[in-house]
């Protein structure tokens, strides 16, 4: 099936009771035993497993074409809990440009535990296979990047992880299933905020690990999920649901404001930088072409001067909302740098923007009313 119907029924929950349209959530924390001692439906404990938690994973592997998925309460929960399955000693390698959340979890805990990691510039692929070695387990990437929309070649990234023996995971969260698949480039695993596009309305905090195939991997960080309890809500899930029956039909209209806000930026004599992937002018953009249907909602560009001035261009927006994360049907416009922590890399004088559902041209007035 095409991925609009599948948004809408991969996730279907048959209601005996009722026979609903719209899924029951199961607030239970708690399930029946029967007499024998057995767990019959298959639920005895909601951190170990819940209906709308499974509903959600099933609709999200399907979409990304996974033997399955995992739901956690949050992205980085999800990020935690698979970087949890692999232990001191092992090495990972990361993106420079991963999100900054990312970042901080791998350098701030996980190597206080003993897992080595590199940080490398994954736009070249001789850095890459510089940065392998014979410990290496995961390479982690992020394609379109955050806050830089960088692109990096899937199917190189992933073909030089297996020739080291290690796996390679993407994080999603900015391209969504319905603009690209890293599973069908052969990467292992795919990582996603649901907080972003897939909640999609700025009200769901949740995340997920989809897996191409079920195996020790998937047992070994379902056992972290179980073990440190990093799990969901079955309200957030069920929000997540609704949210990505829409995603497709969203993800077609967050294009076309994002290609618009980009091309109006691009050619404005108050920007000096746009990064975006669906421009032509983007070093990533016929890589891009190739492994996405569709450019995104996320578009960041640099002004003239540093802080101040960007802040300045932030502080005259009025339609765009000033607030971090992306995905929600509103505009959000923000100074990453500062949004970051110290150390960050970002450039002071980046604004990033998540195009939301508005009318282009509206969008449009209130950028040029900022940039005056
Ligand atoms: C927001 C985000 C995360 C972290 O997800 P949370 O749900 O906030 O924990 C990870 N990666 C990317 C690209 C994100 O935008």
């Given at each position: 099936?095409?991925?609009?119907?599948?948004?809408v029924?991969?996730?279907?929950?048959?209601?005996?009771?009722?026979g609903?349209?719209?899924?029951?959530?199961?607030l239970?924390?708690?399930?029946?035993?029967?007499?024998?001692?057995?767990?019959?439906?298959?639920?005895?404990y909601?951190?170990?497993?819940n209906?709308?938690?499974e509903?959600?994973?099933?609709?999200?592997?399907?979409l990304?074409?996974?033997?399955c998925?995992?739901?956690?309460?949050?992205g980085?929960?999800?990020?935690a809990?698979?970087?949890?399955?692999?232990?001191?000693?092992?090495?990972?390698?990361?993106?420079s440009?991963v999100?900054?959340?990312?970042?901080?979890?791998?350098?701030?805990?996980?190597?206080?535990?003993?897992?080595?990691?590199?940080?490398?510039?994954?736009?070249s692929v001789d850095?890459?296979?510089?940065?392998?070695?014979?410990?290496t387990?995961?390479?982690?990437?992020?394609?379109?990047?955050?806050?830089?929309?960088?692109?990096v070649?899937?199917?190189?990234?992933?073909s030089?992880?297996?020739?080291?023996?290690?796996?390679?995971?993407f994080?999603?969260?900015?391209?969504t299933?319905?603009?690209?698949?890293p599973?069908?480039?052969?990467a292992?695993?795919?990582?996603?905020?649901?907080?972003?596009?897939?909640?999609?309305?700025?009200d769901?905090?949740?995340?997920?690990?989809?897996m191409?195939?079920?195996?020790?991997?998937?047992?070994?960080?379902?056992?972290?999920?179980?073990?440190?309890?990093?799990?969901?809500s079955?309200f957030?899930?069920?929000?997540?649901?609704?949210?990505?029956?829409?995603?497709?039909?969203?993800?077609?209209?967050?294009?076309?404001?994002?290609?618009?806000?980009?091309?109006?930026?691009?050619?404005h004599?108050?920007?000096?930088?746009?990064?975006?992937?669906g421009?032509?002018?983007?070093?990533?953009?016929?890589?891009?072409?190739?492994?996405?249907?569709?450019f995104?909602?996320?578009?960041?560009?640099?002004?003239?001067?540093?802080?101040?001035?960007a802040l300045?261009?932030?502080?005259?927006?009025?339609l765009f909302?000033?607030?971090?994360?992306?995905?929600?049907?509103?505009?959000l416009?923000?100074?990453?740098?500062?949004?970051?922590?110290?150390?960050?890399t970002?450039?002071?004088?980046?604004?990033r923007?998540?195009?939301g559902?508005?009318?282009?041209?509206?969008?449009?007035?209130?950028?040029?009313?900022?940039?005056a």
């Open positions: 099936m095409k991925l609009e119907t599948l948004a029924h991969a996730g279907h929950i048959a209601d005996e009771t009722a609903s349209i719209a899924p029951p959530i199961y239970s924390t708690t399930f029946e035993r029967s007499t024998d001692g057995d767990y019959p439906r298959g639920y005895h909601s951190r170990s497993g209906p709308n938690r509903a959600f994973e099933r609709l999200l592997a399907g990304e074409g996974g033997e998925a995992l739901a956690f309460s949050s980085s929960a999800a990020t809990a698979l970087i949890g399955a692999f232990g001191p000693g092992d090495h990972l390698v990361l993106s440009d999100y900054y959340g990312t970042r901080k979890v791998v350098r701030e805990y996980f190597e206080r535990w003993g897992l080595q990691t590199s940080i490398v510039d994954f736009t850095a890459l296979r510089a940065a392998m070695r014979p410990n387990r995961l390479v982690w990437a992020e394609t379109p990047s955050n806050p830089l929309m960088r692109i070649d899937i199917e190189s990234i992933v030089i992880a297996h020739e080291a023996g290690a796996l390679a995971a994080d999603n969260t900015f391209a299933p319905a603009l690209q698949r599973l069908e480039f052969g292992d695993i795919v990582m996603h905020s649901a907080t972003k596009y897939l909640g999609g309305h700025s769901v905090l949740l995340g997920a690990l989809v191409r195939r079920a195996g020790d991997l998937l047992e070994r960080v379902r056992d972290v999920q179980r073990s440190v309890g990093g799990v969901p079955p957030e899930c069920w929000l997540a649901m609704r949210g990505v029956a829409t995603l497709p039909c969203r993800m077609r209209a967050h294009c076309e404001g994002a290609a618009a806000v980009a091309a109006f930026l691009d050619g004599e108050r920007v000096i930088a746009t990064h975006y992937p421009l032509p002018s983007h070093p990533g953009h016929q890589t891009a072409r190739r492994q996405m249907s569709g995104g909602g996320m578009v960041s560009f640099q002004v003239p001067g540093g802080a101040d001035e300045d261009v932030v502080a005259r927006a009025g909302l000033r607030a971090t994360s992306l995905g929600g049907v509103h505009s416009i923000e100074h990453r740098a500062s949004m970051e922590a110290p150390g960050t970002t450039p002071a004088n980046l604004i923007i998540s195009v559902l508005e009318h282009p041209d509206d969008l449009l007035a209130d950028l040029d009313r900022a940039l």
